[in-house]
């Protein structure tokens, strides 16, 4: 979101913050991004440039059917920023890493790579609803091996379900390494003790509604299936999007009524974490995950976990913790065996406090720099060859 004066603002992790990391082995940051006009700040936005860092804005858009129209705008504003880069670093998958790579591509120039998500489950039928959908998942899954096997230097957030399916060739870096952000503040002091009580849970999930890949449609449903065999719980959605009203027109459907609460979009950061602290567990059952941000912070405050099997989830969870995706049943009774349970719970907070310290920003940077330093050597190379220096 940009404002008249120029400045680019945003309600996600991509803050200024975010950005920074960057800066460890590069002079300049030049984000591409979609950007929406706004004529003010909206409320609990943060900047997202600053200092060294700016931003090449590209037509905004949403779908595939505004972005044929906005195509050609689209690709000339992602040419002109390349043209002006020096080194480049990719987050995909994407269309506009899609963009850059193709112009990448005519010229040679190497590139590194930082795999956020898998394309194949992204458009599975489940999670995305679309005559495309077929194509679209065959189309993006086949760019993004490709995006992998001409990088110079591959990150995937995963330790290895994403590298078996986009893996790097033997000549490239290749290293995983989440793109979470865990400052002290984000991890509390000690996991949670065992609760009293077996009554007056609150479970909190986090995700966008902007398309259904988080699956909060199945977390209603096994909620309001616990909540009609007598147990007392309440559930907090925060996120927002497109999705939000049928959402709560379903949530309505199943009487959850007030023991449902829909936060909307919160900022980043201390927003987000006070609501996990309120919370006695969070779940989330998505269809698709590279490894999910939300999950790990969520750790990091001691809350018991439960997720699907699915994309890296089951690098943080332990196989007792997850369900089989979309399946409401299975997510029910995982809810009802948890919080019947205090010891368990005292047992999954101790766990997976442990685990995010592992994603803690100490231990992360060092491999976030190995890969930007090989970007950064690779293209010195690649401009001194091409006689641009």
Not at 268 to 286: C, N, T
Not at 340 to 363: G, H, I, L, T, W
Request: some cysteine; proline content about 6%; charged content about 25%.
């Amino acid at each position: 979101m940009s404002t008249p004066d120029g400045k680019v603002w945003t309600r996600s992790s991509f803050g200024y913050d975010f950005w920074q990391r960057y800066l460890d082995v590069f002079d300049e940051v030049n984000v591409v991004a979609r950007v929406r006009g706004l004529r003010a700040v909206p409320p609990g936005a943060m900047r997202a440039g600053g200092h060294h860092v700016s931003f090449s804005v590209v037509p905004y858009y949403v779908g595939p059917w505004q972005y044929l129209m906005e195509a050609r705008r689209v690709r000339h504003a992602v040419t002109t920023a390349i043209s002006q880069a020096d080194a480049v670093v990719l987050r995909v998958p994407g269309r506009l890493s899609t963009c850059a790579e193709r112009c990448l591509k005519k010229t040679g120039r190497p590139y590194g790579v930082e795999v956020v998500g898998d394309p194949y489950d992204v458009f599975n039928p489940g999670s995305f609803d679309h005559p495309l959908r077929p194509y679209f998942r065959w189309s993006f899954t086949r760019q993004l091996r490709h995006q992998c096997r001409n990088a110079c230097a591959c990150s995937y957030v995963t330790k290895k379900a994403l590298q078996r399916r986009y893996p790097a060739t033997e000549n490239t870096l290749s290293l995983h390494c989440s793109d979470v952000r865990l400052p002290e503040a984000a991890v509390v002091a000690s996991p949670r003790p065992p609760r009293r009580g077996t009554h007056g849970f609150t479970l909190i999930g986090v995700g966008t509604m902007a398309q259904l890949y988080k699956r909060p449609d199945v977390l209603i449903d096994a909620v309001a299936a616990c909540v009609r065999d007598g147990m007392d719980l309440r559930l907090v959605l925060v996120g927002d999007g497109k999705f939000r009203k049928k959402l709560e027109s379903r949530a309505a459907a199943t009487y959850l009524g007030r023991r449902l609460e829909f936060l909307g979009q919160l900022p980043a950061g201390e927003a987000v974490r006070d609501r996990l602290d309120q919370a006695d567990v969070f779940v989330l059952p998505s269809s698709t995950e590279g490894l999910p941000r939300a999950m790990i912070e969520a750790m990091a405050r001691g809350l018991p976990c439960i997720g699907s099997a699915v994309g890296g989830i089951p690098e943080l969870l332990l196989p007792e913790d997850m369900v089989p995706s979309s399946n409401v049943a299975a997510l029910a009774g995982k809810i009802r065996e948890v919080i019947s349970s205090p010891e368990r719970m005292a047992r999954m907070s101790e766990r997976n406090f442990q685990k995010a310290k592992q994603y803690c920003d100490a231990v992360l940077c060092q491999r976030r720099i190995a890969l930007y330093r090989r970007v950064k050597e690779s293209t010195e190379i690649w401009l001194t060859t091409n006689g641009n220096r």
